[in-house]
């Protein structure tokens, strides 16, 4: 599986998702669509990664998805391969501020990349979720582009310059 | 950090010229990078990586290059139930090619010229204001036959009319779809970066290069 080598981490600005945006503010309400099936943990594992290695703060969660205001709706599908998670802004609050994203996840297809189903799986939830709060693809963590076939911790945990952008922005 | 591309001053200026010359007022020369980010505003992907040359040829349905002719709104799919929340409505757009070249695989996959390709976008994103945008860039193309495909809970697929009933449906791979105008000195991605691609292809920073590398493939040449 590939392993890409991006421009350094230390060189990424804040924010660097592809639309420039940040969340609403820094505490992180979630829900899950009601067609979420698979693997129940994997939002509660990125939920807590992110409100345990940063600043952000993990709001409520509100169960089946029903308010397009909740900041994070999480999902499963098929994705037209070779697609395995995406992130989409739904709603701004302006430019700049998103209000909701969507985070879809393809369970088959992130289970065929190799054998390590478990980590992977949390690795493309870490990655999207990073993306909801203004992160860009960098190298050797978990916004690795594109995704990296490893069971390795550092690929489901941000890296320490992507936590000191959102500390700095939500702290 | 996305590597922007350096615009090349003297295509630009001979571009210019040209254009005067002409008396054409398009904006020919306007970059594509600009394009590709207001086309990826708010969309990220992760996605398994095309691989070598030689491992994208054989996982790969199409390989062109030609020029963006056209953007218009995208594939729909008719879900049910609750799945009909709204949150997969208007999520891709539609990117009419006229095809100048095949690099690889099946040349009857183009339809009178054209291949027509679904692109992700976020449910905000006007394709009309993308179409208007459009700097007809000339496109490198990595495509998947997705006329098929269907996401979990949807039942039909709904083509754009302006989509050719008899075109398939082509998904280009997120490290397959390459842009580049002649006041481009590199060519840009709407979701990745050159840097991403394996190190197997040797750094490509153009679609001349990235083309001539598939050619070569073609030829025995293939890593």
Known sequence: MLVASPPPASANP??????????????????????????????????GVLGDTTAMVVGTNHGTCQDNRIDVWWDTSSLPTPVVGRRTCFSYVTTGICNSSTLVLDI????????????????VAVHELGHSVGLGHSSGNAMNDPVTNSPDLKYRRYSGHDIAHINAHYG | MRPFPVKSLSATLALALAVSA????????????????QLALGVDLSYIGMGSPRQMIAESDLVARGVLTDVFEGVEYEYEGPADDGRYTGIYLTFE?????????????????????????????SPRDLAAANPRPEVLLVLLDHTQWLPDHASAVIRPERMPSDAPIFFARPDGLWLQTPSDQEMVSPFTTTEALDPTWGRPRTIDEMAEVVRACRQGDCP
């Not at chain 1, 592809?18 to 939002?43: E, F, G, L």
């Not at chain 2, 002409?22 to 980010?37: I, L, R, V």
């Open chain 1, 14 to 47: 804040f924010p660097n998702n592809v639309d420039r945006s940040v969340a609403d503010n820094a505490v992180h309400d979630w829900c899950k669509r009601i067609t979420w099936s698979y693997d129940t943990a994997i939002p509660p594992y990125a939920m």
């Open chain 1, 108 to 123: 088959p297809d992130i289970d065929a990349i190799g054998p390590y189903d478990y980590d992977m799986r949390r690795q």
């Open chain 2, 22 to 37: 002409c008396g054409h007022e398009q904006d020919e020369a306007e970059s594509a990078e600009e394009f590709a980010q």
């Open chain 2, 97 to 125: 090619v006229a095809v100048e070249e095949v690099l690889a695989g099946d040349e009857s996959l183009v339809r009178d010229g054209k291949v027509y390709v679904m692109v992700d976008k976020a449910n905000p994103t």
